[in-house]
């Protein structure tokens, strides 16, 4: 069974421009969210999708949207880039329950230069 | 207030032998799922262990057990017969089940940084 595929691994933008990140779950799974980490905030939510609605969003400004697609695979855009939003992007898989788990990717390391 | 409290930001921990990595967590809800995560310095964030809050047993996953207690609110993971391999962060985090629509995401800790000495 595959696991959650998250690509490109690297980017190096510059400010102002505009990136979009994918995410593949795991087959069956209807659930995808998205981290960003980085070394002074931790980890933190960003929203979250199942069967292609958007049920949760944390505290980003709007240059931060998703969107999921009707085979579960999301998409993340971050547009106007700074500086501060040079970090690891995860995104993690699940049924979609409070009680199943979640299994994340390898990440999306953004550097924003 | 923090969900999610991990104490120590770093442990030692000789090859071969066991360790606690402490977790302690803050909701009001009945129904919620912890879990822990170990990230290497690649990046990715591994699957390590679940609870749900109705289990009465502790998890275990191989090496990995999860001491669990519900009344002191704390969830903390025991990796026996540590590995060289183990050396990584570790985060403990919590899914609420129905709390306000805050119930799809998971809260993490800080971590702790866990290295295994030869």
């Known amino acids: 069974k595959a696991g959650v595929t998250q690509t490109p691994r690297y980017l190096i933008k510059t400010r102002g421009q505009q990136v979009t990140l994918s995410c593949s779950p795991i087959s069956g799974h209807r659930s995808v969210s998205w981290y960003q980490q980085t070394p002074g905030q931790g980890l933190q939510f960003l929203f979250e999708?199942?069967?292609?609605?958007?049920?949760n969003k944390g505290n980003f400004p709007g240059r931060f949207s998703g969107r999921q697609f009707s085979n579960s695979r999301s998409e993340m855009n971050v547009s106007t880039l700074e500086l501060g939003d040079s970090a690891l992007y995860l995104c993690?898989?699940?049924?979609?329950?409070?009680?199943?788990?979640?299994?994340f990717g390898q990440g999306t390391r953004l550097t924003v230069v | 207030a923090q969900k999610i409290t991990q104490t120590q930001p770093g442990m030692f921990v000789q090859e071969k032998e066991a360790v606690t990595l402490d977790c302690t967590y803050d909701t009001s809800d009945q129904s919620y799922g912890l879990f822990w995560y170990k990230q290497p310095s690649s990046g990715e964030m591994i699957f390590l262990i679940y609870q749900g809050s109705y289990d009465e047993q502790n998890a275990t996953e191989g090496r990995y057990s999860l001491n669990f207690q519900k009344a002191r609110k704390s969830a903390n993971l025991v990796i026996s017969a540590s590995q060289l391999g183990d050396s990584a962060m570790y985060f403990c985090?919590?899914?609420?089940?129905?709390?306000?629509?805050?119930?799809?995401?998971?809260?993490f800790g800080k971590g702790t940084l866990l290295t295994v000495n030869p």
């Open positions: 985090a919590m899914r609420e089940g129905y709390s306000g629509g805050s119930n799809y995401k998971l809260t």
């Open positions: 993690a898989s699940s049924a979609g329950t409070w009680e199943t788990e979640a299994f």
């Open positions: 999708y199942f069967s292609e609605t958007q049920r």
